[in-house]
């Protein structure tokens, strides 16, 4: 029969062995969630330019019907001046590529200059709103405008499309990209009123019909 004694020394030597994790178990549990981890934050870091491409491409096509819906209610031209340009751009104080949109009509005399601007055919718009990439998608540039009217392509500067009354103009294609090479294309119908997405950037005028 064992003392109390014996018992004690039997169970410091592990002959005894209690429920619960040793200091080598809880390193090696303690690497494997750390590598899972690791290779979870690599996986969501190289989807988030992706799903910010689609993102930034899905809210530019909400806006561009939410301009041809207030030209026809408002009866005036309404409109989206796309910026390519990181600086000098035409509102003051902000920097980046982005768009703004722009609104025409009803009385303007209240509003401070900074918010007005004249359009390319000197129609004075009221700055409605405006999307800086930099600051709500930074992984996101401009890179192409296609007009359907003109069929100029631009990579520079500040193109109009102009959303028209009788919601039949401003047709266009507009090229979105991520500097991994990733390219995600918006194309917007002006007849239908239809805003399609595409992956890549090798959309033409063809693939949607009027």
Known sequence: MKTSGQKARQDFRGGGRRDGFTF??????????????TMGTIRLSSSIPKYSLRTAAKELG????????????????????????????????STG??????????????LRNDSLLQGRQGIDFM?????????SYPAVDLISVEMRGTGQSYSDGEPDVYLSPTGTTGSHIVVLG?????????AYNALTGAVDFFEGDRVSFEDFED
């Open 24 to 37: 080598l178990e809880l390193i090696i549990v303690i690497a494997v969630l750390g590598l899972m981890f």
């Open 62 to 93: 909400t806006n561009i019907e939410q301009m041809r819906l207030a030209a026809i209610n408002r009866g005036a031209v309404c409109g989206i001046r796309y910026h390519f340009d990181e600086q000098e751009i035409s509102r003051p104080n």
């Open 97 to 110: 590529q982005g768009y703004s949109l722009l609104v025409s009509g009803g009385d303007q005399s209240e």
């Open 127 to 135: 700055v409605l709103d405006r999307m800086i990439f930099e600051n």
């Open 178 to 186: 991520t500097q991994d090479g990733r390219r995600f294309t918006l």
